[in-house]
């Protein structure tokens, strides 16, 4: 019995230790470290003044801080808890759950073909027209398809470089692509506010990068200053990509 429970222990301290690393490993990413160290030290001094030093009258006071201190935490994190519960998600044996009870039929990357964007995202960083452009994957982009124009159009190279050129009137937003086709243009994409972004890469690139922290979707960004083709994708840049690295990357399967 006493085995069992110093094994339960061990377990115990090695999963605590386990999630304190990964919350570090994110608040770090995010710029939160110095908030996420605060809030730890506030935890450590809590726990030593009501469970060790067993001192009433400052530990009502730290219990009656910390249950007002979860609401505004909640609040101050929301970015940073939507992207661990969208890591959490996809992980491969939940995204292979989800493909199995998901009913909504969608064209799958291997068989569809993206040579048209690949080449309108290469005539475009010839041309040095900016654009963004969403590739919508298993989560539904819905709620930012309706902050755009709807248009419902195959994929064509002509269609996508006059939607980002510099007179069109939705030049300034994404294009966002599902099921093989062109669904809507001109859609607001939420802002990435991490720290650690290079300083050279502008809003189009912030842009891409906060939809991918929140949602599982490939986004193409052109640089309108240089012409680079860049990815962002499960909150990450691939930066200066080749048309064929592009195109390598639209037809990878989903793992």
Known sequence: MLLGLNLLNL????????LLFYLYKMMRESGSLNLFLGILIFVVVWMLVSRVLEMPMLGS??????????LALIVIFQNEIRHFFRELGSQKQFKKLFRFLSTRNRASS???????LVRACQNMSDGKVGALIVVERDQHLGDFIETGERI?????????ENLFFK???????????SGGRIVAAGCVLPVSHRENIPKQLGLRHRAALGLSEVSDALVIIVSEETGSISVAKDGEFRLGLSPEELETMLSQPEE
């Open 11 to 18: 377990i115990d301290i090695f999963l605590v230790a386990l």
């Open 110 to 116: 291997d068989q569809q073909d993206w040579l048209p």
């Open 61 to 70: 006071i730290f219990n009656a801080l910390a249950n007002v201190g979860v």
């Open 167 to 177: 007179n069109s009137p939705l030049h300034d937003g994404a294009v966002i692509i």
């Open 152 to 160: 419902d159009a195959n994929i064509n190279r002509m269609l996508i």
